[in-house]
C-alpha cells in the first residue's frame, strides 16, 4: 500500500521514521509518564483496531508492547496525577468491552 491508500500512522513505517523523543521512556518513568505516551500515540485507536491491515505494523508493535508493559505493572504509580484524555462515556463503552481499568482510570 502506499501512503494515500495506508490508513492509520503510516509514517510510522516509512524507512526515515524516528520515534520522537516526546514517545520516549526513561528507565525512571513511571505509571503516568506511560499512560501519557499511550494515549499521545494514539491509545483510543489502538482499542478500536478490527483489521490490523489497516495500521502501520512499526505503530501497531510499539503500541503493542507498551500495552503489555502498562497491564503487566511494569510501571510504579507515584504522586504524578494523570487524566485519561476520554470523556466518561468513552470510559464506559472501554470498560465494557473488557480494557483494563489501568488504562481507563484517572491517576490522582
Not at 49 to 66: H, I, K, T
Amino acid at each position: 500500500m502506499n501512503a494515500i491508500n495506508k490508513c492509520k500512522y503510516y509514517e510510522w513505517d516509512e524507512s526515515n521514521f524516528v520515534l520522537p523523543d516526546k514517545f520516549k521512556l526513561e528507565n525512571n518513568s513511571d505509571l503516568a509518564d506511560a499512560l501519557n505516551i499511550f494515549w499521545s500515540v494514539g491509545g483510543l485507536d489502538f482499542f478500536n483496531v478490527v483489521d490490523p491491515r489497516y495500521y502501520a505494523s512499526n505503530w501497531l508493535e510499539f503500541v503493542g508492547a507498551l500495552y503489555c508493559k502498562i497491564e503487566c505493572g511494569e510501571f510504579v504509580v507515584t504522586d504524578k496525577v494523570y487524566y485519561v484524555p476520554i470523556n466518561a462515556e468513552q470510559k464506559n463503552e472501554l470498560a465494557s468491552r473488557g480494557v483494563p481499568a489501568i488504562f481507563i482510570t484517572d491517576l490522582q
